[in-house]
T-cell receptor, first 115, second 113 residues
Framework: DGGITQSPKYLFRKEGQNVTLSCEQN?????MYWYRQDPGQGLRLIYY???????QKGDIAEGYSVSREKKESFPLTVTSAQKNPTAFYLC??????????????FGPGTRLTVL | KQEVTQIPAALSVPEGENLVLNCSFT??????LQWFRQDPGKGLTSLLL?????REQTSGRLNASLDKSSGRSTLYIAASQPGDSATYLC????????????FGSGTQLTVLP
């Protein structure tokens, strides 16, 4: 089955800790994205990557970092500099830029809670 | 800056009703528009994608329309069922950018049996 997996499903962090959220896709998509969702709000873009070894900041990148060493993987690190990290984190990938569809597909999400 | 608005924020209907969810956007220069469904605590499931050159798309009981000039899209759900209960999000993909979707905050739909 092709799809996007995220792990863990639930993650608890103590203040001052860095934590890393995993995102893997086997859809052979070039572009991958990380979004944050807060209750009652739409999704906001944290980081995105259009190709391996390249990534760009989104609207709310402060306190987050990413890497894109492999096409299939786009891990997100929530650092201690992120002051309000409790949220639902969603990873997405997109069909090839310039194709007819250019459609985004989403993983199941990781819920991060700061204790 | 593109802004996407969805009204109403919440909607309850009895089973069997036909219903319309609304989405408006401020910048008509879009590449496409996507409608998603989100169940509580879950990721987003893509329902329909409309290219900027299209007027509507249909999938089963769902029909999405797009009026780019007026900055509006609607999602029509026919013969609603309790299993349709979820939050419905629309998102626009701007023209000339491979970047991000801009999301509305969603409409929470409850279909009462």
């Amino acid at each position: 089955d092709g799809g996007i997996t995220q792990s863990p499903k639930y993650l608890f962090r103590k203040e001052g800790q860095n934590v890393t959220l995993s995102c893997e896709q086997n859809l052979n998509h070039d572009a991958m994205y990380w979004y944050r969702q807060d209750p009652g709000q739409g999704l906001r873009l944290i980081y995105y990557s259009q190709i391996v070894n390249d990534f760009q900041k989104g609207d709310i990148a402060e306190g987050y970092s990413v890497s894109r060493e492999k096409k299939e993987s786009f891990p997100l690190t929530v650092t201690s500099a992120q002051k309000n990290p409790t949220a639902f984190y969603l990873c997405a990938s997109r069909t090839k830029a310039g194709t007819r569809h250019n459609e985004q597909f989403f993983g199941p999400g990781t819920r991060l809670t700061v204790l | 800056k593109q802004e996407v608005t969805q009204i109403p924020a919440a909607l309850s209907v009895p089973e069997g009703e036909n219903l319309v969810l609304n989405c408006s956007f401020t910048d008509s220069a879009i590449y496409n528009l996507q409608w998603f469904r989100q169940d509580p605590g879950k990721g987003l499931t893509s329902l329909l994608l409309i290219q900027s050159s299209q007027r509507e798309q249909t999938s089963g009981r769902l029909n999405a329309s797009l009026d780019k000039s007026s900055g509006r899209s609607t999602l029509y759900i026919a013969a609603s069922q309790p299993g349709d209960s979820a939050t419905y999000l629309c998102a626009v993909h701007p023209s000339g950018s491979a970047r991000q979707l801009t999301f509305g905050s969603g409409t929470q739909l409850t279909v009462l049996p």
